[in-house]
């Protein structure tokens, strides 16, 4: 059996922490994949449910990472 293969073409992908040294090196492979990355500011602080919640509900994220 063949391992399920999961293509990031026309997704939206949301990277946590884009500035950190995982986030960033995330960040630079998703670069040459056909897809809108998507960053949250670094004023959105994830730990407020209310404001993390209207975030995804306005950008609509189909990966998070």
């Known amino acids: ?3 399920a293969s999961f293509t990031l073409e026309g ?5 946590a922490g884009h500035n950190g040294m995982v986030g ?3 960040l ?11 960053t949250a500011p670094r004023s959105l602080d994830l ?4 404001r993390t919640q209207a975030w995804f ?3 609509r994220p189909d990966v998070v990472t």
């Open 11 to 15: 997704k939206r992908v949301y990277v």
């Open 57 to 59: 509900t306005d950008k």
């Open 1 to 3: 059996m063949s391992p």
């Open 28 to 38: 630079r492979r998703l670069e040459i994949e056909p897809c809108d990355v998507l």
């Open 24 to 26: 960033g090196a995330l």
């Open 47 to 50: 730990r407020d449910q209310s």
